[in-house]
């Protein structure tokens, strides 16, 4: 069975502090993956969209950049955190395009607090 | 500008009652809408997804209704329970954007005994 590992589940970083959080997907092969963001208060805002390594999309313009070094890896980064950079990050992969189902898998979540 | 309003931020309704959450979009044209179950501070988990030239789905307690004409999706879940109180998010994929999925910010239901 597939599964989607995330990690830290918390962290807490001063401003001006880099970034690397880690998604990992097993059990399946070329994911779609995702970053999204969930502010207090607000809905999930897709970050990044990856549809294979290298290919990474970005949503909008902001302090945070993508990596997929691996098939089913996914790292979203920061070289300097700012306060607004606080929130719920989540990582999630979905089948590709040519499989009709496209439900969406998520992981834990990570609580950054900048500070 | 491209909008996805679930009309209630928070629902509050008896067990037993049934629960009906609104999802309405502006300017998208779907190939799939979706829902989902976020428990706090967890990641949400898939429902239901129904496609554009579908009218109706249902799973158990659950059915989700999607009028592209009305541009609105609704999704019910009947004989609610307390263990049904979570926040549901209404989701879409675009036909112009296959893969990216979009999300609104979510209705928090509560069901009290």
């Known amino acids: 069975s597939q599964t989607i590992h995330q990690w830290p589940a918390t962290l807490v970083q001063p401003v001006g502090s880099p970034l690397s959080l880690e998604c990992t997907v097993e059990g399946t092969s070329n994911p779609n993956l995702y970053w999204y963001r969930q502010a207090a208060g607000r809905g999930l805002q897709l970050l990044f969209y990856s549809v294979g390594i290298g290919q990474i999309s970005s949503e909008v313009p902001q302090n945070l950049s993508a990596s997929r070094p691996q098939d089913r890896q996914f790292i979203l980064s920061s070289k300097k955190l700012l306060l607004s950079d606080s929130g719920f990050y989540l990582c999630?992969?979905?089948?590709?395009?040519?499989?009709?189902?496209?439900?969406?898998?998520f992981g834990q979540g990570t609580r950054l607090t900048v500070v | 500008s491209q909008k996805i309003e679930q009309n209630s931020e928070a629902l509050n309704i008896q067990e037993g009652k049934t629960a009906t959450l609104t999802c309405n979009y502006t300017?998208?044209?779907?190939?799939?809408l979706q829902w989902y179950r976020q428990d706090p501070g967890r990641g949400p988990v898939f429902l239901l997804l129904i496609r554009e030239n579908e009218k109706e789905k249902r799973k158990e307690r659950l059915k989700v209704t999607f009028d592209t004409t009305l541009k609105q999706s609704l999704f019910h879940i009947t004989a609610s329970q307390p263990a049904d109180s979570a926040t549901y998010l209404c989701a879409l994929e675009s036909r112009s954007t296959l893969g990216r999925l979009y999300f609104g910010r979510g209705t928090q239901l509560t069901v009290w005994p």
């Open positions: 300017n998208y044209s779907p190939a799939y």
């Open positions: 999630a992969w979905s089948l590709a395009l040519t499989v009709r189902n496209t439900e969406a898998f």
